[in-house]
């Protein structure tokens, strides 16, 4: 694979206002790891519907499901309440911050 | 969003970057619906303190107060966490099947051509910093088959409007240019036409349909954009004739083309390059064509404190440094000073189809962003 070092940055990234920049980068990293919870219990849930519909769940089969409606509205109610859960300190602190 | 693609030259993404983009797009959406109403709330009430005798203060004052309040700060960082993680989230579907990609590329059936410019050097304002924060900007190209920068946009529009230009064609601002010459001016048939900054060719194709038999060229400034573009419209069936070059300066002849347009480019340029635009158009086309522009629909003197706090958002956080610059230029008295006629800058509402019956569009009040674009359009004289 060619080296795309270059593409991994971003030019003219501006620093965030605020104390410590840490807090922008923390903040980055904290939805990137909620974002992979989120990938992962969307994982499980294929793997449950293969397994209630008697289908062996290996990689391939999860790979290539395609979640029924049923399923998207069951994830998406769990995704919100995820990011809700995550980000309700961010909200919190701008409602006292206001 | 689904696993399927609208077009071949689309990656398609397998269970668990389907599950990622839709992450992205609910964290979007809950910046939207949670942290942008304190944002507003407090750009509001920091303006109205700094308020004296009914005069509002400078908006570097409003902001060097915003800057210690969290809820700005926090505004910010999740906004622009959302847009890193969209294009993390589409360069890592796009470069699973890079590969497979470039093959697909290689395999469009033979329509239209590409030129690229191993030269070609890329403007300073589009070389400081990454357009939207997109890594490697435009321009990233690092082979003769490289479609990757090209996949990776056209993956991320979607998740970048919300689904709100077209689905996932987002193609949207193509119909509008399109309605709005119909409205404009009816009847107008081009035979030639340029599309200027195409990026991926998502207005090009849609431009295109409307005018199957005319010469279409297409030209922006990476490489790897234009291969990709060249590539999606090949297999979408449009013939387009794609060029690396820049918008300031072509090499296309003097009275070459009956339509010249752009899709929100201008304001990813400079004060001077709009003004080089304005007149390489008038060089283009030929007596009686047409030069269209559509632009976001901001307008400085509309803009109130919440505005001045995006428009500052897009320029120094999502890097778009000519935001505000596009959004306070006159680009009507511009049209007149390099000789074009018949000028007139407006709103004009969003359509997904142009249609000559449809109810006009231009000069309606501004309904917002994806539901309202600002044109600029005029004709060159004599034809």
Request: proline share 5%; hydrophobic share 35%.
């Amino acid at each position: 694979m060619a080296n795309r070092a270059h593409t991994k940055s971003h030019r003219g990234r501006r620093l965030v206002p605020g104390p410590d920049p840490r807090v922008d980068t923390l903040l980055g990293m904290v939805m990137a790891l909620t974002s992979e919870v989120s990938m992962l219990r969307e994982r499980l849930d294929a793997h449950e519907s293969l397994a209630a519909s008697g289908k062996v769940p290996d990689q391939d089969a999860v790979d290539h499901y395609q979640p029924t409606e049923a399923d998207e509205s069951r994830r998406k109610q769990y995704r919100d309440r995820l990011i809700d859960k995550v980000c309700r300190p961010l909200v919190a602190s701008g409602q006292q911050d206001g | 969003m689904t696993m399927t693609r609208p077009h071949p030259m689309m990656p398609a993404a397998n269970h668990d970057e389907l599950a990622e983009q839709k992450f992205v797009l609910a964290f979007k959406t809950y910046v939207w619906n949670n942290l942008d109403p304190l944002l507003v709330e407090e750009a509001r009430t920091t303006a109205r303190e700094l308020e004296q005798d009914g005069t509002a203060a400078p908006f570097r004052e409003v902001r060097r107060q915003l800057a210690s309040k969290p809820v700005y700060q926090n505004w910010i960082s999740s906004m622009r966490a959302g847009q890193e993680m969209m294009w993390q989230a589409a360069a890592d579907c796009v470069d699973r099947q890079q590969t497979d990609l470039e093959e697909r590329a290689q395999q469009a059936p033979p329509l239209g051509s590409l030129r690229v410019d191993p030269d070609f050097e890329i403007p300073a304002y589009l070389a400081a910093a990454d357009t939207h924060m997109q890594p490697g900007g435009y321009e990233s190209n690092e082979s003769d088959t490289d479609v990757r920068q090209g996949a990776i946009y056209d993956k991320a529009a979607w998740l970048y409007s919300l689904g709100r230009q077209g689905g996932e064609l987002a193609d949207m601002r193509g119909h509008v240019v399109v309605q709005h010459i119909m409205e404009r001016f009816p009847g107008f048939a081009p035979q030639r036409i340029l599309d200027l900054g195409c990026t991926v060719g998502c207005s090009t194709v849609a431009v295109a349909s409307y005018y199957p038999d005319a010469d279409f060229h297409a030209i922006d400034v990476g490489a790897g954009v234009l291969r990709y573009a060249h590539a999606r419209a090949a297999h979408m069936g449009a013939a387009v004739h794609f060029s690396q070059q820049s918008a300031e300066q072509t090499d296309f002849d003097d009275n070459s083309f009956d339509l010249v347009y752009s899709c929100a480019v201008l304001h990813e340029t400079s004060n001077q390059a709009v003004k080089r635009i304005f007149k390489e158009c008038h060089r283009i086309l030929r007596p009686g064509g047409l030069m269209v522009h559509l632009e976001v629909p901001v307008r400085a003197e509309e803009v109130d404190v919440v505005g001045e706090v995006r428009g500052d958002y897009e320029a120094r956080y999502n890097n778009e440094p000519f935001w505000k610059g596009i959004a306070g230029f006159d680009l009507d008295e511009l049209a007149r000073d390099v000789g074009f006629v018949e000028v007139a800058a407006d709103f004009q509402d969003a359509v997904t189809v142009a249609s000559p019956d449809a109810e006009p569009g231009f000069g309606k009040p501004n309904k917002g962003g994806y539901r309202s674009w600002y044109m600029v359009s005029g004709k060159k004289q004599g034809g």
